[in-house]
């Protein structure tokens, strides 16, 4: 049986409620900037969510639900435009301290770094973003608490793809058996999932009806001790999550 040594976090969604209040308004913002008629409301990018990365949502909606829009010969680099706008409006979002981390995880952070735990994160979105929310939102040195922060384009196939988990373990020179990965979404625990790690889950408004299958638990949030979280995948269980319970389900 290995050890646990290290918890590996998807960002949007797990870490911050970013997905709804965060990402669609930033991109709607560039959408105006560049005189675009197009506007994702909540429901729709609830669809849009199906495609993980910004770039690809950008041009998934298009082909999707824009048949009418006649895409120009640069469409790709139009695309890029559009996508570093967006980074600067959700980063300047970020830095109005406009996304909160979600229940239990500076706790759990916090705690699980004091027992000695390495830090990672494996995320769809771009780097800056990850990093502006880790400064704004946990601590300005937040960043420095994660021995790897895989992001973004780093590997060319993104979630459910396991490849942004497998590099980031390769970073670390750890295997499967020895990390825990944190995730929201269906896409995520299939990326996780085909890395070999178990993985905890914690749902938001978005995703609490995916499929989890191959969870270790599926949670509503990691829970405070006053706020304990509900169990979805076990009936009755409540709580918060710490490194003992977290060491409890890894062993199980
Ligand atoms: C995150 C995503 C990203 C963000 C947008 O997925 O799907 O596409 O919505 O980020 P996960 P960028 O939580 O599974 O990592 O615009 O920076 O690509
Ligand atoms: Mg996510």
């Not at 040195?141 to 590997?155: L, N």
């Not at 609490?208 to 009936?235: I, M, T």
Request: charged residues 25%; hydrophobic residues 40%.
């Amino acid at each position: 049986m290995s050890q646990l040594k290290a918890l590996l976090f998807d960002v949007d969604g797990t870490l911050a409620d970013t997905e709804r209040d965060g990402h669609r308004p930033a991109f709607n913002a560039a959408f105006r900037e560049f005189g675009l008629d197009w506007d994702w409301d909540v429901a729709l990018y609830g669809r849009l969510l199906e495609v993980t990365g910004g770039k690809e949502r950008m041009k998934f909606y298009v082909e999707r639900f824009r048949p009418d829009y006649q895409k120009p010969a640069d469409f790709d680099d139009l695309v890029a435009e559009l996508h570093k706008a967006k980074t600067r409006h959700y980063t300047e979002l970020l830095a109005r301290g406009g996304i909160p981390l979600r229940p239990g995880v500076k706790r759990l952070l916090e705690e699980a770094r004091a027992a000695g735990l390495i830090l990672g994160v494996a995320t769809t979105t771009t780097p800056e973003n990850v990093t502006a929310l880790l400064r704004h939102s946990l601590a300005d040195d937040g960043a420095d608490w994660f021995a790897v922060i895989a992001a973004g384009d780093i590997v060319p196939a993104k979630k459910p793809a396991p490849d942004i988990y497998v590099w980031a373990m390769q970073q670390l020179g750890l295997k499967p058996e020895q990390c825990l990965a944190f995730e929201d979404s269906e896409n995520g625990i299939r990326a996780s999932r085909g890395a070999g790690l178990k993985t905890v889950v914690t749902v938001n408004d978005y995703t609490r009806d995916h499929d989890f299958s191959g969870a270790l638990a599926v949670l509503s949030d990691l829970g405070e001790p006053n706020a304990p979280y509900a169990r979805l995948d076990a009936a009755g269980e409540s709580g918060y999550v710490d490194v003992a319970r977290l060491k409890g389900w890894f062993t199980a």
